[in-house]
């Protein structure tokens, strides 16, 4: 069967994440039924990144095997985003190698957390930002974000109850971009936790607010307790921004 690959952009904000849900609008469950309808054929997915409800994408990848798609693949998209609501796009779609997978192929995955300030909540941004109201100092969330780069274990930011088998991940890059309203926290690494992000965020706003010490992160880092970090951000301001493949 022949592999492809679509890169998706989504606001997140209407879906209970992207893997289906039982009688509960998602973003599998959007794509694969516009590609059952253009394949006449049912279509399973796979997600390079299971966003959870209300996180947005970017760059999220998907990748799928069929026989059935007869649209040419240069069509793939338009074909879709006349089917699919306006907060789901398909970007580009591509053949891949057989061996592709969107998931398991992946070498690192870039998430991206956005909040800007203001004495009152902005409209315009409510629905991909978390508003943060209080004085805030992004000297020390830039100095406490460098010390979770590089391999560790990340237990003390990862939801409980979660099944993986090691909860170690090199962090490759955290960015701290404070150069327009909206200021961004960029995260680069092999792979994520659940909810490890938003935990990282929670944390690190702490910080900012000047309510916990940049070297709390060493701490948790080393204790691998989740209740020694921050609470978990809020789903509005993440998304997914790329994924790398070799």
Known sequence: MQNYRLTVQYDGTDFAGFQLQPNQPTIQGELERVLAVLAKAPIRIIGAGRTDSGVHAEGQVVSFKTDCLTVPIGRIPAAMNSLLPDTIRVLTAEYAPSDFHARYSALRKTYRYQVYHGPTADVFLRRFALWEQEPFNWAVVEQAASLLVGRHDFAGFASTGSSVRTTTRT????????????????????????????????????????????????????????????????????????????
């Open 171 to 246: 962090m490759y890059r955290v960015e701290v971009d404070t150069s327009q309203r909206l200021k961004l926290l960029r995260f680069t690494a092999d792979g994520f936790l659940y909810n490890m992000v938003r935990s990282i965020v929670g944390t690190l706003l702490e910080i900012g607010r000047g309510s916990r010490e940049p070297e709390s992160i060493v701490e948790i880092l080393a204790t691998c307790d989740r209740s020694a970090a921050g609470p978990t951000a809020p789903a509005v301001g993440l998304v997914l921004e790329s994924v790398d493949y070799a």
